[in-house]
């Protein structure tokens, strides 16, 4: 099956600051891909998505970066606040199914 | 209210019961998941339907079955629960097919099975 992994299983940051978070994909086929939040006791919720013919996207206060060469995403956070504190997961889209990322637990210090 | 509804929240059952979990939507998507969330695992596909008529099976279905009784309503069943399937299960909709947009997810029930 596909692996979809991240750097990173923690990551604390100060108020304020920015917060990058890392995931590695497995299949250079795949050609959508999603950064999933997940709060405590909460179904993921969508952040953020890219497809594979773009590099960058930026949302509010957010920014997917996508390297293909590597294959790599990342989800950089400007300003992280203590709302932002919850997991986060990358997702790839291929063959019709997404493969979803163990996520990377982001805590902001105030 | 919620878009995607789950029900129940939490369960605790024994093995070799048969559980049914029901997931409900009110955004008018055809097509509706089912996923299993583990610790130190990402989520896994369980089953997936395009409109009531279609079901299909996702990455890890053994032990599973689905039924789509409206477009509204797609509910998972444990014929006859094991302990390794203790985990959270989350519902999820989309208006396009995976790959194709995102996905609204509902709260998730945890199951846990004795």
Same mark, same amino acid.
């Given at each position: 099956? @596909?692996?979809?992994?991240?750097?990173?299983?923690?990551?604390?940051?100060? @108020?304020?600051?920015?917060?990058?978070?890392?995931?590695?994909?497995?299949?250079?086929?795949?050609?959508?891909?999603?950064?999933?939040?997940? @709060?405590?006791?909460?179904?993921?919720?969508?952040?953020?998505?890219?497809?594979?013919?773009?590099?960058?996207? $930026?949302?509010?206060?957010?920014?997917?970066? +996508? %390297?293909?060469?590597?294959?790599?995403?990342? +989800? $950089?956070?400007?300003?992280?606040?203590?709302?932002?504190?919850?997991?986060?997961?990358?997702?790839?889209?291929?063959? %019709?199914?997404?493969?979803?990322?163990?996520?990377?637990?982001?805590?902001?210090?105030? | 209210?919620?878009?995607?509804?789950?029900?129940?929240?939490?369960?605790?059952?024994?093995?070799?019961?048969?559980?049914?979990?029901?997931?409900?939507?009110?955004?008018?998507?055809?097509?509706?998941?089912?996923?299993?969330?583990?610790?130190?695992?990402?989520?896994?596909?369980?089953?997936?339907?395009?409109?009531?008529?279609?079901?299909?099976?996702?990455?890890?279905?053994?032990?599973?079955?689905?039924?789509?009784?409206?477009?509204?309503?797609?509910?998972?069943?444990?014929?006859?629960?094991?302990?390794?399937?203790?985990?959270?299960?989350?519902?999820?909709?989309?208006?396009?097919?995976?790959?194709?947009?995102?996905?609204?997810?509902?709260?998730?029930?945890?199951?846990?099975?004795?």
């Amino acid at each position: 099956g @596909e692996s979809v992994g991240l750097h990173l299983p923690t990551l604390s940051v100060q @108020e304020g600051d920015n917060s990058i978070i890392n995931c590695a994909y497995s299949n250079s086929a795949s050609d959508y891909f999603i950064w999933y939040k997940q @709060e405590s006791g909460k179904g993921p919720q969508f952040i953020i998505d890219i497809r594979s013919n773009m590099d960058k996207r $930026q949302g509010q206060r957010v920014t997917v970066l +996508l %390297n293909k060469t590597v294959k790599h995403l990342s +989800l $950089q956070i400007a300003a992280t606040q203590p709302g932002d504190s919850a997991v986060y997961f990358c997702a790839e889209a291929y063959g %019709n199914q997404f493969y979803f990322g163990t996520g990377t637990s982001l805590t902001v210090i105030p | 209210d919620a878009d995607v509804t789950q029900t129940p929240r939490n369960r605790i059952t024994k093995t070799g019961k048969r559980i049914m979990l029901e997931c409900s939507q009110t955004k008018g998507h055809d097509r509706m998941y089912w996923y299993r969330q583990d610790p130190g695992l990402g989520l896994r596909l369980i089953y997936y339907s395009f409109d009531v008529k279609d079901i299909n099976k996702g990455e890890i279905s053994d032990g599973y079955s689905v039924s789509r009784q409206a477009q509204a309503k797609f509910s998972l069943s444990l014929e006859s629960a094991i302990p390794n399937q203790t985990a959270l299960y989350f519902c999820a909709t989309s208006e396009l097919p995976q790959g194709g947009g995102e996905q609204f997810f509902g709260p998730g029930t945890r199951l846990t099975v004795l």
